[in-house]
């Protein structure tokens, strides 16, 4: 479906991002694949950002052959460790050395996990929360600076449905996203003044290598597609949804199916429903857990 983006999609979102300055993070596959295709087609100058430089390489090279008539310059390749927090103000300079500045951040890059919370040896949760929270923060802080001083750009934070409520088997994951919502809603209230948008998107599950690539609660692959993850929406329908919340300067932005909906509004307005719900659930997943660990 990516290939129809460029038909049907370019002529009016282009007029809205003439040559705006994109990172997106975990640009190398699934949401952030997408997202760089979905971006890239508007007219913006993206940068990839991830750890796989060679899958980053891979991306820029489909949206030069796939898009080689748009009017925008080249995607630049930025390889980057969320979890080295140290190590991103050094590349947040390096991008704005090459452009001057980022108009808008993408922090999508994250990973998940498959253990109940007593399993789950505490080094995993620290992994967890540094790659889905203190990374998107501290890449952030680096880069709001500069929106500042401009007067003008927007974050934005891909949560997830599980940053809304949590669910078993999920700890680190949900707590990670409850987090980034929490810092995210703050962030918002204290940059408005300067003209400095915040967007948060909780999708649900997405068909990607989520759950192939998350952790056992003993740090190692997981490496099973979930059944949820394999039924779960398509990547580049989100990235589309995701740019038309930042062109309608969406502040907060739940992109789920009815199932997850209806868990959100129980937690909130019928917390012992919602309660009796999740506790028979974990019980079902105790039984049904394999050895993996």
């Not at 038909?7 to 699934?30: D, K, N």
């Not at 329908?237 to 740019?243: E, G, H, V």
């Not at 199932?259 to 429903?273: E, G, Q, V």
Request: glycine share 6%; proline share 5%.
């Amino acid at each position: 479906s990516l290939s129809l983006i460029s038909a049907f999609l370019l002529p009016p979102y282009q007029c809205f991002f003439p040559y705006q300055v994109v990172l997106i993070t975990g640009a190398s596959s699934g949401l952030g694949e997408s997202l760089a295709h979905v971006f890239y087609t508007g007219g913006c100058r993206v940068v990839l950002a991830a750890r796989r430089k060679e899958e980053l390489d891979r991306v820029r090279t489909d949206l030069m052959e796939c898009y080689s008539t748009t009017p925008t310059y080249p995607p630049v390749v930025m390889p980057l460790d969320l979890t080295d927090v140290n190590g991103l103000q050094e590349k947040v300079q390096e991008i704005l050395k090459i452009f001057g500045r980022i108009d808008i951040v993408i922090n999508n890059g994250g990973i998940s996990v498959r253990s109940d919370a007593l399993s789950m040896d505490i080094s995993v949760d620290i992994k967890v929360m540094l790659v889905n929270y203190f990374g998107a923060v501290a890449l952030t802080k680096h880069i709001l600076p500069h929106m500042i001083k401009r007067r003008e750009g927007r974050v934005v934070f891909v949560s997830s449905i599980q940053g809304k409520f949590a669910i078993p088997e999920r700890s680190a994951y949900a707590a990670s996203k409850h987090a980034l919502q929490a810092f995210a809603d703050s962030l918002r209230a204290e940059v408005a003044e300067h003209n400095v948008g915040v967007t948060v998107v909780s999708p649900g599950y997405i068909n990607t290598a989520m759950s192939i690539n998350a952790l056992t609660g003993s740090g190692v692959s997981y490496g099973k597609m979930d059944q949820s993850t394999a039924t779960g929406a398509n990547p580049d329908d989100m990235a589309i949804d995701i740019l038309r919340c930042v062109l309608r300067d969406a502040k907060d932005v739940v992109l789920a199916p009815m199932t997850p909906r209806i868990a959100y509004y129980l937690r909130h307005f019928c917390p012992p429903l919602y309660f009796w719900i999740m506790a028979r659930r974990a019980v079902k997943l105790a039984a049904e857990r394999t050895p993996i660990q």
